[in-house]
Each structure stands twice: as structure tokens, then as C-alpha cells.
């Protein structure tokens, strides 16, 4: 049994990133290497080159961004509930016409694909996500919950890894990581998944089922 899809909320991204920052322009090409080199500096080649992206990336303009965001946000208040999925799924796509970069529209309409047996389709939306925001918790979880589920438990590992290095609090993906070392028989490191889990989500349907693999 594994745990749920992962979406990605309005209340996370609004404090992680803020429109108005994920929308920001630079000014000048001065700006624009002066960043790129200070990120190289730091952190490498791979900082660098994001930082290249994150500037040089095609912008929306700025009501063409809020309209994409503000549907976006009118999406994830219905993606869940099956009688409005199709309205849902309508509004993120809207979204990502408006501002292909939103790349937690593409993560929630993977899963909105997902959901209707669209396995092929929602893999390709969640690597789209992670082309623009690479290191997103959500995208990667979900990547490693669809290769559980096609019984590649071993390519699931790393990106279970991948969603609890961008959040350390991340429940779900501590469960679905200990499921794939079980499915791998990999008890040894199966354990210390089940107690991280624990201690984020300590009762509960789940917690009990994590409870008899220790």
C-alpha cells in the first residue's frame, strides 16, 4: 500500500518563493553576470548555470503571470474533488498556456492525469516541472510514487531521496521510500524511513501500518 499523490499547496509556495520574486526581472546584463558569477563562485557550475536560467528564462509578463498564478491557485482548490476534476484540470492548463514556467501547475496536473490512468502523460508533466524547478519536493515524490507503482522500486529510491533533501519534514516520501527498500528487501534501511516517518506523523492509519515494520 502506498501513500497518496503529492499536490503542491498555494500556502508552500507562496511562503518558499512569493510572486512577486518568482516574477522579478533583472535589469541590466551587468546584473544578469554579476549574479552568474557569484552563483559559479559559490556553488559550481550546476548553481551557476540555474542561476543563468532563473534569469534569462522567458518571463510572462507581469498580468499575463498573476492570471496564470491566480488560476492556478482557483485549480488547487478543486483537483481533489472528483465531481470538479475536469474543472480543475481546464484551469491548469489554462495556467501553463499563460506561463509555462509555473512549474506547480505542471506538478498538479501530472497528477490530475495520473488519476485518470494517464501514467505516460503525468511522468512527462512532473520531468517539465522539474526541467524549471529542479530540485521541487512534490514533482520528484511523485515521480518516485509512479515507478513504485510500475514495481521500479530502485530508480523510486532517488527521487524519494531527491523530495526529502528539498524537504526534510516531507512524511510521505520517508513512507514510499521505506516501501521501496522493503519492496527491495532492503529491511536495514527500510527502518530508519518507517521511524522518520513516525516522527513527523506519529498516529493514524499510516502510522500504524509504518508501526508493524519495526
Known amino acids: 500500500m502506498l501513500y497518496r499523490l503529492s499536490y503542491v499547496g498555494t500556502c508552500r509556495h507562496e511562503r518558499e518563493t512569493g510572486i512577486e520574486v518568482r516574477y522579478s526581472i533583472y535589469e ?47 485549480a488547487s ?12 484540470e481546464a484551469l491548469y492548463k489554462q495556467a501553463i498556456a499563460l506561463d509555462p514556467w509555473l512549474a506547480i501547475a505542471h506538478t ?48 523510486a529510491v532517488g527521487y524519494f531521496k531527491g523530495a526529502i533533501a528539498g524537504d526534510p519534514r516531507f512524511a510521505d516520501a520517508y513512507f514510499n521510500l521505506a516501501m521501496a527498500y522493503e519492496q527491495l528487501g532492503d529491511a536495514e534501511n527500510a527502518r530508519p524511513c518507517w521511524r522518520h516517518y513516525l516522527e513527523i506523523e506519529p498516529t493514524g492509519t499510516w502510522a500504524e501500518i509504518a508501526k508493524k515494520h519495526l
Not at 510572462?60 to 491557485?73: I, K, Q
Not at 482548490?77 to 480543475?88: K, N, V
Not at 501530472?110 to 508533466?125: C, H, K, Q, S, V
Not at 517539465?128 to 514495481?151: D, F, H, S
Open 77 to 88: 482548490a478543486l483537483d481533489e474533488d472528483p465531481a470538479t476534476l475536469d474543472e480543475a
Open 108 to 155: 498538479n496536473l501530472g497528477n490530475i492525469r495520473f488519476r485518470r490512468g494517464d501514467e505516460d502523460a503525468a511522468i512527462t508533466l512532473y520531468h517539465e516541472a522539474l526541467k524549471i524547478e529542479r530540485t521541487q519536493p512534490e514533482a520528484q515524490y511523485n515521480l518516485g510514487y509512479v515507478l513504485l507503482e510500475r514495481g521500479h522500486a530502485d530508480e
Open 28 to 74: 541590466s546584463n551587468e546584473e544578469l553576470l554579476a549574479k552568474v558569477f557569484s552563483a559559479h563562485v559559490m556553488g559550481g557550475c550546476n548553481l551557476a548555470a540555474d542561476a543563468g536560467r532563473g534569469v534569462l528564462r522567458p518571463v510572462a509578463g507581469r498580468e499575463r503571470a498573476r492570471t496564470a498564478y491566480d488560476l492556478y491557485v482557483k
